[in-house]
């Protein structure tokens, strides 16, 4: 019998039980059954996202990532509402959980993903109490995964100063991809000299070996070999190579070596990459050695991980609050029209929820209510974020003490926003939370930087703006508040408010008008989302003029009405628009090249 097959028995194999006991046990095992199966689909889809690169199938590319981001989700909910259905007695009685949990512990004991399995069976159990004021733990309890092999993750190159290119051609064969290299001892060639250049001096006198990920990291066009160069006293520095799959076979396009452009490389604002090797826990450990200053629970999320990092960052967030005793206030910054946001001082991490009600700042006719808005940040969640969107961890049925808040940030969230908090005994219970990296605002970043140090920001808004509309994101507000800037200058968006589909936006312009016409324009009687590139400047709301002539020359194409048009029709026939990922200089045909292996 099939798996589907069995799934689909369980209903009335409790309709038939006669006792409670049973009726426990067949739950605990329809959730095994259903979890197995959403594994084993993930990982599949893993592989599949390998021959996409191979078979240079961009659009299943994009399409793979999306189903295997919504399939942890897709899977729980279906479960709750058919278990709800089943077993009604789980949504009436808390204590049947435990003991459904006790009986579902058994079967996933020494398996690698049983922390996952449980974090299955605690977002089901949250499902079942969808839209209730029950709090659910976000934990993994004692369920600990049997450590990876070291050889099972990583390969080590023994190797030394000068690198010799015969290293880096075994190095390119990690990935064991079905297609050939069209130059693979060319590419060998390239990146050792890039290498050594970096090298030269003292670094090179201390590099004593190579570990490279067993696997290749996948996303939209392209693939990664990721690895670290091991220096004396076991220093760990990056190293990348970012590979493309061309007509005439696949070639090593760039290397990436310094720490802020592969933390943006694998920044959580990116779709997650899928990665051919299991060791989910033991990747993000090596991750996080090559970018140690990004929170260990981010990783998770860039390997598509997304409910491990939730159990991590939570952790985090709470460990933080329990040791430092610092009290969670309102965010710096411009305070939110529609999301309250509020973070404590040495957090990596902000947390929102959203208003019942904007507040009088509000800028547009009407208000679409929470529920829209969230769609929003879940529908960030779930897109290629192209790098230029933090990504949002969604918590339902959450519980913070009450001592980590400050008074009036207590009482604001609790008179302000009570579609989101309710105080219950010695806690707010949460009925969602949002939570993002922790980024400076770029209105307050613009406002205090050295003036190079803003012009490279405001510039780098240019490319945030140009990735967010490669994934048809288009936000309509362009005000710089909405923005935040990390310690490496990039520009995330991380306000979705007043995010809309791009293709749903009509391109407009005053341009065509002739001077002294006063009649209204034709736009203005449209319905829907106009735009008026020519407009996007004011929108911005940067005083500085020299900032402002700066976007302009950087990026004049994007007051063109061609640009968005373009772009609007390549992403309604279904292409794929590069998008700005790391700096010209990392790319082996730039002859510009950086040799300075640092930050």
Not at 84 to 113: D, N
Not at 143 to 156: D, H, W
Not at 309 to 320: D, G, L, P, T
Not at 545 to 555: G, K, Q
Request: proline residues 4%.
């Amino acid at each position: 019998m099939n798996s589907v097959r069995q799934r689909a028995d369980y209903p009335q194999m409790l309709a038939a039980a006669t006792s409670e006991r049973v009726r426990v046990q067949l739950a605990a095992s329809w959730i095994h059954s259903v979890f197995d199966q959403f594994y084993r689909d993930f990982l599949s889809l893993t592989w599949s996202a390998k021959a996409a690169f191979e078979t240079r199938d961009y659009a299943a590319s994009v399409a793979l990532a999306k189903r295997r981001l919504g399939l942890y989700n897709a899977t729980v909910y279906a479960l709750a509402w058919d278990l709800r259905a089943a077993f009604p007695a789980l949504a009436q009685r808390q204590s049947l959980w435990a003991q459904v949990e006790a009986a579902f512990l058994p079967t996933v004991e020494g398996r690698y993903e049983a922390d996952l399995a449980l974090a299955y069976i605690h977002s089901t159990r949250r499902r079942v109490h969808h839209g209730e004021w029950t709090p659910v733990e976000y934990g993994f309890g004692e369920q600990r995964p049997a450590a990876g092999s070291r050889n099972a993750v990583y390969e080590t190159f023994a190797c030394s100063w000068p690198l010799d290119h015969r290293v880096m051609q075994r190095i390119l064969e990690v990935a064991e991809l079905s297609v050939p290299f069209r130059d693979q001892a060319g590419d060998a060639l390239r990146i050792a000299r890039r290498l050594n250049d970096v090298l030269a001096g003292k670094l090179g006198a201390g590099l004593h070996a190579i570990e490279m990920i067993r696997g290749g990291f996948f996303r939209n066009r392209g693939a990664y070999l990721v690895g670290r160069l091991v220096l004396n006293g076991n220093e760990y520095r990056p190293f990348v190579i970012a590979l493309l799959n061309e007509l005439d076979g696949v070639a090593a396009a760039a290397v990436l070596h310094v720490v802020s452009h592969v933390h943006n490389l694998f920044n959580t604002t990116e779709a997650p990459c899928q990665v051919t090797n299991l060791h989910y826990h033991e990747l993000s450990a090596f991750l996080h050695s090559i970018m140690p200053r990004r929170p260990l629970g981010l990783h998770y999320s860039t390997i598509g991980f997304h409910h491990v990092s939730k159990v991590a960052v939570m952790n985090e967030v709470r460990r933080h609050l329990g040791t430092n005793r610092e009290l969670l206030d309102t965010a710096p910054g411009f305070p939110g029209t529609v999301a309250i946001a509020f973070t404590s001082p040495r957090s990596d991490y902000i947390l929102k929820v959203i208003r019942d009600r904007p507040t009088d700042g509000y800028k547009w006719h009407s208000f679409e209510g929470v529920d829209v808005v969230l769609e929003k940040y879940k529908r960030v969640h779930e897109i290629n974020r192209t790098g230029s969107m933090l990504d949002n961890i969604l918590y339902y049925n959450l519980k913070l003490d009450c001592s980590w808040f400050k008074p009036a940030l207590m009482k604001e969230l609790l008179s302000a926003a009570s579609n989101a908090v309710q105080l219950q005994d010695e806690a707010l219970i949460f009925k969602y939370l949002v939570v993002q990296r922790k980024l400076t605002p770029l209105n307050v970043f613009l406002a205090n930087a050295p003036e190079d140090k803003a012009s490279r920001a405001i510039v780098n808004l240019g490319y945030c703006i140009r990735n967010n509309a490669a994934a048809n994101v288009f936000n309509k507000d362009f005000d710089a508040r909405n923005y935040g800037v990390s310690r490496y200058l990039k520009v995330f968006l991380y306000d979705y408010d007043a995010v809309e589909i791009l293709t749903d936006v009509k391109v407009r312009t005053n341009r065509d008008r002739y001077e002294g016409e006063e009649d209204v324009p034709g736009w203005f009687f449209e319905e829907g989302v106009v735009f008026l590139p020519e407009e996007i400047v004011v929108g911005l709301r940067v005083g500085n003029r020299s900032l402002r002539r700066a976007f302009r020359h950087a990026h004049g194409d994007l007051m063109t009405v061609e640009y968005w048009e373009r772009l609007q029709q390549e992403l309604r026939a279904g292409e794929v628009p590069g998008i700005h990922t790391f700096p010209e200089s990392c790319y082996l045909s730039d002859p510009g090249v950086e040799t300075v292996a640092n930050e």
